[in-house]
């Protein structure tokens, strides 16, 4: 389809395992969004990419989140030593990277949950 | 501290009504606001941008007014039909030449035929 993807939708782990999560974006699209989304609440910024380059990681909470986007186009977010407080949706957006306007914006994934048992 | 506040309970309406949702915030300056819908197990999807100089836009039955003043913005959906029932998010944006926004809680509503 022609909308952003993630994989996989739901994922289950165990506190302290390793966990990676993929973002495919809209083709051409330059510029790549991370949120996380806890129940009840609004999606939490992450991290911003344009292009490779991570252009805002603000929103990483600790140094156990990473996220990498090597060719520009897929992203991986990467989570090391995981707890059960990082339990939550991961949402993915992409948008073509410029100002934004009334009909350039962000869209989004369906999202992975991630719960840590 | 920086705040962005939604009407916290859910929203029921009866079909054909307008539902009325309110978005606050305290401590920001934002350049724009955006209103997202989001439905179970799916991302926002994009609605409506209003900018900081812009009093009302309007798309369709939808209408959303900014008050800086105030720091409230305001999103109405006229004749409001069951498939209207969703969760509804506002999104603070600032300058700064990407689209990273900050989110709200969000409002539940529920049209009742």
């Known amino acids: 389809g022609a909308g952003v993807s993630q994989t996989p939708s739901n994922k289950v782990t165990e506190k302290g395992k390793y966990v990676e999560l993929r973002c495919d974006p809209i083709?051409?699209?330059?510029?790549l969004y991370w949120y996380r989304q806890s129940l009840g609440q609004g999606p939490e910024f992450l991290i911003y990419?344009?292009?490779?380059?991570?252009?805002?990681d603000s929103g990483l909470p600790n140094d156990r989140f990473f996220a990498v986007r090597p060719e520009g186009s897929v992203s991986t977010l990467k989570i090391q030593r995981t707890e059960r407080g990082d339990s939550a949706v991961y949402l993915c957006a992409s948008s073509s990277g410029g100002p934004v306007t009334s009909t350039d914006t962000q869209y989004f994934g369906p999202g992975t949950r991630l719960t840590v048992l | 501290s920086q705040k962005i506040e939604q009407n916290s309970e859910a929203l029921n309406i009866q079909e054909g009504k307008t539902a009325t949702l309110t978005c606050n915030y305290t401590n920001y300056s934002p350049a724009y606001l955006q209103w997202y819908r989001q439905d179970p197990g799916r991302g926002p999807v994009f609605l409506l941008l209003?900018?900081?100089?812009?009093k009302e836009k309007r798309k369709e039955r939808l209408k959303v007014t900014f008050d800086t003043t105030l720091k409230q913005s305001l999103f109405h959906i006229t004749a409001s039909q069951p498939a209207d029932s969703a969760t509804y998010l506002c999104?603070?944006?600032?300058?700064?030449?990407?689209?990273?926004?900050?989110f709200g809680t969000g409002t539940k509503l529920q049209v009742i035929p």
């Open positions: 209003i900018r900081e100089n812009e």
């Open positions: 990419f344009q292009g490779t380059g991570a252009a805002d």
């Open positions: 083709s051409g699209h330059t510029a």
């Open positions: 999104a603070l944006g600032f300058s700064g030449g990407y689209q990273k926004v900050t």
